[in-house]
């Protein structure tokens, strides 16, 4: 769909007249540390996420909303008021994960430079909520005899296992169409499944005070340490240059420093806990100390599972890929989370019988085994072939659908695709911040970006109003 020269001009006037506003209701989003955690005193998430979603909830009143709170779970803001028909949603989270380590610039006082916003979550997902919001507001300021009502759901629990959208399918009517704003332009037609899980194995050390890496299951750690006593055996000169060490009166303190990324595109970057481990497996005095650190280097030295026997692409949907993301140490027994993103056609059974037995030779077991089965539509589908050509015909492009490892909501909502808001081609970002995107110190997002896709949004809602559903 082109956009004709008086639609163009009047999103034009309407992005200039609330860009500052725009940047300023994300940083204020930003600002809060919405973690979701459970079993605390504020559920469903604790008081971070629940403040955010009131600050969410803020803004959208004061846009003139109508404001549907699910129970903390999610909350809705709505164009049209009092309307029960059927609906179509964007949909965005409010969660995060956690800041980690490596930030030049503060996590949660967000920083505006050279037209990008920096802070945990700006990109992911606040700014793009924001982004839907505000193709709301357009509607809500302009004459447009809409046949649907739109609403934009925002969720706090989408880092940490989705139940937010589970509780809201029980308890709320849901779209007739849903847009799921957590994702690259043009159309993703396909999510790979992901499989989680943590691994147990013993390691017995009279050596090792303390060990950690990590901050989220789904990231891989640009962060690892070890407090280790004074009897190890540590050899200074095999010391790698991303190790450093702190010597103390009673220990040795280490750290290694790795590169983060997200799980679900883990290629190009460095985990720590390889780095340390890998390390440390010929440091120790017992022999089954070094075996299971040895065991803990293996699995985290490649990002395809080959270890456990599970590198697998199927044709369809690219390489499965597995990530080690936290590491704890309690009791002489080191706890490991895994993320594996699997292709659409993979053997589940058999890949988890595979990680079972691979842990067994160590003395280690596999449990707390969870599966988000993968989606897919075919790439022919006539959301798909709209969507994508809409967003080909508006940035004069021809780029076609694509599959990715990243879970977003469509995979737990009927009738769903997502769909932006990052641009397929973007800018080179400023050196100073060129390491930050979604899941990694620093991440970013470009502000001139963001209102390119706020203005693809609301030609598609122009496009999909159209439809009959």
Request: proline share 5%.
């Amino acid at each position: 769909m082109k956009i004709d020269k008086v639609l163009n001009d009047k999103i034009d006037k309407f992005i200039e007249k609330y860009k500052s506003k725009i940047i300023d209701d994300i940083c204020d989003l930003v600002k809060i540390r919405s973690v979701s955690v459970d079993g605390t005193d504020t559920p469903p998430y604790g008081k971070e996420c629940r403040a955010v979603l009131d600050k969410a909830i803020e803004i959208s009143k004061n846009m003139g909303f109508e404001i549907d709170n699910c129970d903390y779970y999610c909350a809705s803001a709505s164009l049209k008021s009092n309307d029960n028909g059927p609906f179509i949603g964007f949909w965005g989270h409010l969660d995060v994960v956690p800041e980690g380590e490596g930030w030049t610039y503060p996590p949660y006082s967000p920083t505006l430079l050279e037209g990008y916003i920096v802070g945990r979550g700006a990109n992911d997902n606040k700014g793009p909520s924001i982004c839907s919001l505000y193709t709301l507001l357009f509607f809500a300021e302009n004459d447009y005899d809409l046949k649907y009502n739109y609403k934009v759901i925002f969720g706090t629990n989408e880092e940490r296992g989705m139940e937010d959208v589970e509780y809201y399918k029980k308890h709320r009517e849901l779209p007739i169409f849903s847009i799921v704003a957590d994702s690259v332009f043009p159309i993703c037609y396909a999510e790979k499944g992901i499989l989680s899980g943590i691994i147990e194995i013993p390691l017995l050390s009279d050596e090792i005070i303390q060990l950690s890496g990590g901050v989220a299951r789904n990231a891989v750690p640009n962060y690892a340490e070890v407090k280790l006593k004074k009897s190890c055996n540590l050899n200074r000169l095999a010391l790698p240059p991303e190790i450093s060490v702190e010597d103390s009166d009673n220990c040795y303190f280490l750290k290694a420093t790795g590169k983060s990324a997200h799980a679900s595109s883990p290629e190009g970057s460095i985990n720590a806990i390889h780095l340390l481990t890998s390390y440390l497996k010929n440091q120790m005095l017992s022999e089954d100390a070094n075996k299971s650190l040895s065991f803990i280097s293996d699995i985290t030295g490649s990002f395809n599972g080959s270890s456990f026997g599970i590198n697998y692409n199927d044709g369809i949907t690219g390489d499965l890929t597995c990530v080690i993301g936290l590491m704890t140490y309690k009791n002489n027994k080191v706890t490991l989370t895994v993320d594996i993103r699997y292709p659409i056609k993979t053997d589940v059974d058999f890949m988890i019988k595979n990680i079972e037995k691979y842990c067994n030779q160590y003395g280690g077991r596999l449990y707390n085994v969870e599966d988000s089965k993968p989606v897919y539509v075919d790439p022919k589908d006539r959301f798909v072939v709209l969507l994508n050509d809409l967003y080909n015909d508006i940035m004069e492009t021809d780029i076609p659908p694509y599959y990715e490892g990243g879970g977003s909501y469509a995979r737990k909502l009927p009738n769903s695709l997502a769909f932006g808001p990052i641009l397929h081609e973007r800018k080179p970002k400023p050196k100073c911040i060129a390491h930050g995107g979604a899941h990694k110190p620093d991440e970013s997002l470009a502000i001139d970006e963001l209102l390119v896709a706020l203005k693809i949004y609301i030609v598609t809602v122009l496009k999909i109003d159209r439809i009959e559903f």
